[in-house]
């Protein structure tokens, strides 16, 4: 994953860098223009480590804010052999690994949220009050894993019993179709 996703990355960072000055031009190109490009030469190596959401910035410092994903991904990315392997030669010391790193990101999460009385969402624009909330909540590795964990045992299940059907039925389709909406509808 590594070595498919960082040469484009670095890419894209240089070409922030080092070209964007020069591909525009207008009355609010140099008001816009410095948004990535100044970030991006202060921090471009934490984005190439993929540290980026670890490393503590404001938000505006970030280089592309929105790549905190790719840190995550490429972080669970080199832990997921640990459970895989776990997995794979003792079945259930795979499953007590995986269930105890999902416990301990649910307690985290939670525990987090009730001490600094976090939403569920904050759908505003980014002050200091959110701030950290986005950095201590929403792109932490350690609030974040817990889908990837569900998405092993999943996988796992899955490989496990592959003849297995499951069966959906029209109530349990009906609710994964209005609960997420009716969730969404009371936040907005």
């Keep these: 994953m590594m070595i498919r996703l960082t040469p484009p990355y670095a890419l894209i960072i240089l070409t922030i860098v080092g070209l964007q000055q020069y591909c525009g ?3 609010l190109w140099p008001t816009v223009m410095p948004i990535d490009k100044h970030q991006c030469e202060k921090n471009w190596w934490a984005n190439l480590f993929y540290i980026n959401n670890l490393v503590r910035n404001s938000v505006e410092d ?3 804010l929105h790549t905190w994903f790719l840190a995550n ?3 669970f990315f080199l832990i997921s052999p640990v459970m895989l392997i776990a997995l794979c030669f003792h079945k259930w010391v795979g499953i007590a690994v995986c269930s105890t ?13 009730t ?14 009050e959110t701030e ?14 817990g889908p990837f964990v569900i998405g092993i045992l999943t996988g796992f ?10 069966r959906i039925t029209k109530v349990s389709y ?10 969404f509808e009371r936040r907005v």
Excluded: H
């Design 132 to 145: 950290s909330y986005f950095q201590d909540y929403y792109i932490a590795p350690w609030c974040r894993i």
């Design 25 to 27: 031009e207008g009355p």
């Design 62 to 64: 970030m280089c592309f």
């Design 73 to 75: 991904d490429m972080q």
């Design 157 to 166: 299940f899955l490989v496990e019993n592959p003849r297995k059907r499951i």
């Design 101 to 113: 790193v999902l416990l301990v990101s649910a307690v985290t999460t939670g525990v987090l949220s």
């Design 174 to 183: 009906s609710a994964t179709e209005v609960l997420p909406r009716d969730s």
């Design 115 to 128: 001490q600094n009385q976090w939403p569920i969402s904050v759908l505003q624009q980014m002050s200091p």
